[in-house]
């Protein structure tokens, strides 16, 4: 059961570059969240989906851009990279809109990023 | 404003000890839903539990118990007969109320737990 997939693991960019964090989930889950967490700091929701073609802006979503072609996957761009955007990523699903039903959010294991 | 306090920043328990994480919570809604989640050190968030706001009846999964009082909007974990492998950051998160599929979660900063052996 592979779950919520994050690609890659870490990445270290030059201000300015640009990237692709690549997500995918294979539990045919409607929908998908991009959050940062900065050091010793909560969640922050970056940008939602409620379906494939829908997307959403959560908190925080200046720097970011977000697409959603298909159900599994969820990739958020980086377009120029700035130091503030130095943090852990977490992507994440669900089966259902956050609190109904029992099935909870499922996290990947996170992108380490730092710009530099 | 929807907002979630978690006051203890930092824990630090002995092995065997009993643990509360306290998290108070503020909303205007009357239909909401709270979570707690586990960071182990290794990153990966885990889910623990999810409470509506309609149930307060307090839960209790093996060590783990929570009690929900809607009286001091708070929302507190205990952790029973800690052990090494509790230590972690744990996160408390309100889920705003029913806006149709825009539900989205509001995270509290999280206290980090420490259990020495």
């Known amino acids: 059961n592979a779950g919520v997939t994050q690609t890659p693991k870490f990445r270290i960019l030059k201000i300015g570059q640009s990237m692709t964090l690549q997500c995918a989930q294979d539990?045919?889950?409607?929908?998908m969240y991009w959050y940062r967490q900065d050091p010793g700091m909560g969640l922050k929701l970056i940008y939602y989906?409620?379906?494939?073609?829908?997307?959403d802006k959560g908190e925080v979503p200046n720097g970011y851009n977000v697409s959603r072609s298909t159900t599994e996957d969820f990739p958020l761009r980086l377009e120029l990279a700035a130091p503030s955007q130095t943090s852990v990523y977490f992507c994440?699903?669900?089966?259902?809109?956050?609190?109904?039903?029992?099935?909870?959010?499922?996290f990947g294991d996170g992108t380490r990023l730092s710009i530099l | 404003a929807q907002k979630v306090t978690q006051a203890q920043t930092e824990i630090s328990v002995v092995e065997k000890e009993d643990v509360t994480l306290d998290c108070v919570y503020e909303t205007r809604d009357t239909t909401y839903y709270l979570f707690w989640y586990k960071q182990p050190p290794s990153g990966e968030l885990v889910f623990l539990i999810r409470?509506?706001?309609?149930d307060e009846q307090n839960e209790i999964s093996g060590r783990y118990s929570w009690n929900f009082q809607k009286s001091t909007s708070s929302f507190n974990f205990t952790i029973t007969a800690s052990q090494v492998v509790d230590s972690a950051v744990y996160f408390c998160a309100l889920s705003e109320g029913y806006a149709g599929n825009n539900r989205k979660l509001i995270w509290g900063l999280g206290t980090s737990l420490a259990v020495n052996p």
């Open positions: 409470r509506n706001s309609f």
């Open positions: 539990m045919n889950h409607n929908y």
């Open positions: 989906s409620v379906g494939a073609g829908i997307t």
């Open positions: 994440a699903s669900s089966y259902s809109p956050l609190g109904e039903g029992n099935q909870p959010q499922h």
